[in-house]
């Protein structure tokens, strides 16, 4: 009755347990506090972690592991990209710097007629050439004449009359016509004193009709008489005929070069085409499984 009493003397709202004294297994009657307690189970995690936690664990240290590896691969083959680039460029620019001291010992000695000079620069661009993979086939020819003409010119030979020089640079196809400075032809150059080179160039097919940029012609500059009584008497004829054959011969060389380059790239096309059918017909081999016969016998022999 006296609970009861307190219960319902309690303010609204406030629940009653919250009141309520706890009453230990003593005062409840119950057995002494001095008896061994019930042993509860314990929560996960709070002994050693089982099997299956230190199976995740190590799988863990492992993918870890992986990546770090993978990254550390993916940084150094960034790093032999860009050496094997930096490699490629220097190696760019020292090609570049050769080539051009090449031309610059070739225009030298064309002036100065040192026939055993050029003949040397050709001989190291044809090594060149050699080293590049580029053959003396007719497929090559026009890479390696390209090449050739890249240096060779008639105009250092003409400036300083070297006939000698001019004819070795003719036989390696520098053009008879090319403009240099203001547009001055070898022919031009050659006007200033050379009468030799002025009738050497006049039969390899040089033109003398051919204007500078001023509209000043090689007879109006010719320093000597004899020089201009030549390029005045010289036939037109003789050099429209030996143009048009220099013409002729170099479409004929363009025309070779197109169609080795076209069948070079029918060959090549047909290798690519081959491959899968090689593929197909040569599998990867796998070792045959032991004969039926043979497993018998070994099992009667045992």
């Avoid at 309690?10 to 061994?36: E, F, Q, T």
């Amino acid at each position: 009755m006296r609970l009861l009493k307190a219960v319902s003397s309690l303010p609204y709202g406030m629940s009653a347990p919250s009141r309520l004294p706890v009453l230990s297994r003593a005062s409840r009657g119950g057995p002494s506090s001095h008896h061994h307690p019930v042993s509860l189970p314990e929560a996960p995690g709070e002994k050693g972690a089982g099997p299956r936690d230190q199976d995740h664990q190590d799988y863990l240290e492992l993918m870890e592991k992986l990546q770090r590896e993978a990254f550390v691969a993916l940084l150094r083959r960034e790093q032999e990209a860009a050496r094997r680039q930096w490699e490629e460029a220097a190696a760019a620019e020292r090609r570049r710097q050769e080539e051009r001291q090449r031309g610059a010992r070739l225009l030298e000695a064309a002036f100065d007629g040192n026939l055993g000079e050029i003949q040397a620069i050709l001989r190291e661009v044809d090594a060149l050439l050699n080293c590049e993979g580029v053959s003396c086939d007719a497929a090559r020819a026009a890479r390696r004449l390209q090449r050739r003409l890249a240096l060779v010119d008639f105009e250092e030979a003409a400036a300083g009359g070297q006939s000698l020089a001019i004819q070795l640079l003719a036989e390696q196809g520098a053009s008879r016509n090319s403009k240099g400075a203001f547009g001055r032809t070898p022919l031009y150059r050659a006007a200033w004193g050379h009468l030799e080179a002025v009738e050497v160039l006049l039969k390899l097919g040089a033109d003398p009709r051919v204007y500078a940029d001023d509209g000043s012609t090689p007879e109006q500059v010719a320093s000597l008489d004899a020089a201009v009584s030549m390029l005045q008497c010289w036939d037109p004829s003789l050099t429209d005929a030996m143009l048009q054959n220099m013409e002729a011969q170099r479409q004929r060389r363009g025309q070779e070069t197109k169609q080795h380059r076209g069948a070079e790239a029918k060959c090549m096309n047909l290798k690519v085409q081959q491959l899968p059918k090689e593929q197909q017909v040569s599998p990867t081999r796998v070792q045959p499984a032991p004969r039926k016969e043979s497993v018998e016998g070994g099992r009667a022999g045992c």
